[in-house]
């Protein structure tokens, strides 16, 4: 595992990482080091009690947009919401709610301040987007937050949900983003049953990183 220090935004080689998908630690958390650490298939990941972590795990969890799988019942249910789907809208606000709203698995927590303001100067730069569901309240109920890796890759970052299916709402709605922007796979970092549910599977890194070539 290597340490980075804040005067050299480079990384070693994602095939140096362990067996965990730790790569380096260190550093921080300025905006032409995410865009660095994104453009190579690295991304951050860590409680804010400890130093950064970066990550490129092997295998990755991926979705490549013409695979998602939406049920019957879910295509049902599509046909006979009345969601409004946004992108862009606010950014800040799906953030904050992917930090903040409870999920069964306690995921969310690494969202910390810090990390969500680096996403947000990110977002700032034109380097990540949102997706946003709101109900017929005009409340935002639903919602994802991509960054833009390269051309081929955008790298999905965390979703919430207020009321049922509506982050699969986004999801789906970012697959079909996806497909007609050609982008080759959505980056879904690790593994959960919930998204394999959705049709993400994992490749070995080596493939994955012949995206960034």
């Not at 998602?68 to 006979?80: A, L, N, P, T, Y």
């Not at 995921?107 to 997706?131: D, K, N, P």
């Amino acid at each position: 595992m290597f340490q980075l220090n804040v005067d050299d935004i480079s990384f070693p080689p994602v095939q140096l990482a362990n067996k965990e998908g730790l790569l380096a630690f260190g550093g921080d958390l300025s905006l032409p080091r995410l865009i660095k650490a994104y453009q190579n298939g690295i991304f951050p990941w860590y409680n804010e009690e400890y130093e950064i972590l970066w990550w490129a795990p092997d295998p990755r969890m991926v979705l490549f947009p013409g695979e998602v799988k939406i049920s019957k019942s879910m295509r049902s249910f599509i046909r006979k919401s009345n969601y409004t789907i946004t992108v862009n809208k606010d950014f800040e606000a799906v953030i904050e709610n992917c930090a903040t709203v409870p999920r069964k698995e306690g995921e969310g927590t690494w969202l910390h301040y810090e990390m969500r303001q680096a996403y947000i100067r990110l977002h700032q730069a034109g380097r990540a987007f949102s997706v946003e569901v709101w109900n017929e309240q005009n409340e935002l109920v639903g919602g994802l937050y991509v960054v833009i890796a390269n051309q081929r890759v955008w790298s999905g970052e965390s979703m919430f949900h207020k009321e049922s299916n509506t982050s699969k709402l986004a999801f789906f709605y970012l697959a079909e983003m996806a497909q007609k922007n050609n982008i080759d796979i959505i980056d879904c970092q690790q593994y959960t049953s919930h998204l394999a549910s959705l049709g993400a599977r994992a490749i070995p890194r080596k493939e994955f990183m012949q995206f960034f070539e």
